[in-house]
């Protein structure tokens, strides 16, 4: 029986006959997994706390012929503080959905859950990170999709390639159908519903959260957050309709 060792937060848990469950786990080393925890539901099970929602654990895996089962597992966060907050744990679901949508077994998912436990844990601590839930979850947004190989450039215009930021006066337009930043000239002007509109200063923000490492990605400051909002959203829900 070979075993493997991963790392991973369950972002999803079905339950399954009687004292089994379903889990789905982000992990470090075998994409997004499904794992049939048998016997978990007990509460004697040495399963049972590393196969709830939003719990990260080390497990040790077997394959069957189709779901990988435990052999072991411990617990290194349980995000109890989160999980007990009716608002974050809602985040937490919509976040969770996301990224059982756009990811799948034995993809390399290793940045995607740095960036999740990352994301949970600035919810964890908003005052300290001075952000609030609505700008955490448009930051994650986009890291996601940039990591996902998703990113438009952001520093000049898609169609006359004249810088971006130098105007900073002027507002840019992301068009959400081809994924690309316009300048003011070029937007078709009979289809203006395909895009939206952005300040500059945004779009360095923007432009901070594709690059930044991920530790760094939540440490920065801005504005007026509702355009950095509206575009992690849009960008967000037109790309994930593509995968
Ligand atoms: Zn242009």
Do not use: W
């Not at 998703?150 to 992301?174: G, M, S, T, W």
């Amino acid at each position: 029986m070979k075993l493997t060792k991963i790392k991973g937060i369950v972002i999803k848990e079905t339950s399954y006959k009687d004292n089994d469950k379903i889990i789905t786990i982000l992990s470090d080393t075998l994409g997004t997994v499904s794992v049939l925890a048998k016997g978990a539901k007990k509460t004697n099970s040495p399963s049972l706390a590393s196969s709830q929602f939003l719990v990260y654990s080390e497990f040790i895996l077997y394959k069957g012929t189709q779901y990988y089962y435990i052999n072991s597992c411990s617990v290194l966060n349980t995000f109890y503080n989160l999980r007990i907050d009716f608002d974050k744990l809602q985040i937490a679901f919509e976040l969770t959905r996301l990224i059982y949508r756009v990811t799948d077994e034995n993809q390399d998912t290793s940045a995607i859950l740095k960036l999740f436990l990352n994301t949970l844990y600035v919810l964890d601590h908003l005052e300290k990170f001075q952000k609030d839930e609505k700008l955490v979850v448009a930051i994650f947004k986009i890291k996601l999709f940039e990591r996902l190989g998703f990113a438009p450039r952001v520093d000049i215009c898609a169609n006359c390639h004249e810088p971006l930021y130098e105007k900073k006066q002027e507002k840019v337009f992301y068009d959400y159908v081809e994924n690309i930043f316009l300048c003011k000239n070029c937007i078709k002007s009979n289809d203006k519903k395909r895009y939206i509109e952005i300040s500059v200063a945004t779009l360095y923000a923007i432009y901070y959260v594709m690059t930044a490492d991920l530790k760094k990605v939540f440490s920065f400051r801005l504005k007026e957050k509702e355009d950095f909002e509206l575009f992690g959203q849009v960008f967000a829900d037109s790309l994930s309709d593509n995968i």
